[in-house]
T-cell receptor, first 115, second 110 residues
Framework: SAVISQKPSRDICQRGTSLTIQCQVD?????MFWYRQQPGQSLTLIAT?????????ESGFVIDKFPISRPNLTFSTLTVSNMSPEDSSIYLC????????????FGPGTRLTVT | DAKTTQPPSMDCAEGRAANLPCNHS???????VYWYRQIHSQGPQYIIH???NNETNEMASLIITEDRKSSTLILPHATLRDTAVYYC???????????FGTGTSLTVIP
């Protein structure tokens, strides 16, 4: 199993600013992912964070708005850029030990409120 | 496109078995059925997965119909800590991403 931590756990930000969320895994993992969970909704996959290359974004999400870094096998960051109140959500990081792994491990999430 | 259909909510008495259904009528031969749950204010947690045989682990049992068009997650003795949203997901065995549907909100009642 893998333990995932995220920083910050929550933040309140002003519109127009950016926030970078960090995701740290306690072991090396091949796959890392970022999700968004809007209030009262299910999880939506934002992107797959690829180590050593650009992230792979899902439909509706773009790099300019959600730049992602994956510098090594245990760490990733997601930036929410030029924030608006519609970006108020919980952002979750997940990881899987290998390609096609049946179990993904999720972090506790970062609760973002944009005012 | 929603690949699974689940009831939005269910109740279960504490100590009784919770049976959560999932329809996946368009499932392909190379797709697994996965179950995750999300307890309030936490990240989702893996429960179990299966291809075509019934599966059991320390958390739950997964019953998949012979035609694989539906499945049931069984929590044999529900406790208050099992109150959560339960997600049924189908994914190709070669896939890496999980796409979550709306899930079933299970409330275990004392």
């Amino acid at each position: 199993s893998a333990v995932i931590s995220q920083k910050p756990s929550r933040d309140i930000c002003q519109r127009g600013t950016s926030l970078t969320i960090q995701c740290q895994v306690d072991s090396q993992v091949t796959m890392m992912f970022w999700y968004r969970q809007q209030p009262g909704q299910s999880l939506t996959l934002i992107a797959t964070a690829n180590q050593g290359s650009e992230a792979t974004y899902e439909s509706g999400f773009v790099i300019d708005k959600f730049p992602i870094s994956r510098p090594n096998l245990t760490f990733s960051t997601l930036t929410v850029s030029n924030m608006s109140p519609e970006d108020s959500s919980i952002y979750l990081c997940s990881a899987a030990p290998g390609q096609g792994a049946h179990e993904q491990y999720f972090g506790p999430g970062t609760r973002l409120t944009v005012t | 496109d929603a690949k699974t259909t689940q009831p939005p909510s269910m109740d279960c008495a504490e100590g009784r078995a919770a049976n959560l259904p999932c329809n996946h009528s368009t499932i392909s031969g190379n797709e697994y059925v996965y179950w995750y749950r999300q307890i309030h204010s936490q990240g989702p947690q893996y429960i179990i997965h299966g291809l075509k045989n019934n599966e059991t682990n320390e958390m739950a049992s997964l019953i998949i119909t012979e035609d694989r068009k539906s499945s049931t997650l069984i929590l044999p003795h529900a406790t208050l800590r099992d109150t959560a949203v339960y997600y049924c997901i189908v994914r190709p065995y070669t896939g890496n991403q999980f796409y979550f549907g709306t899930g079933t909100s299970l409330t275990v009642i004392p």
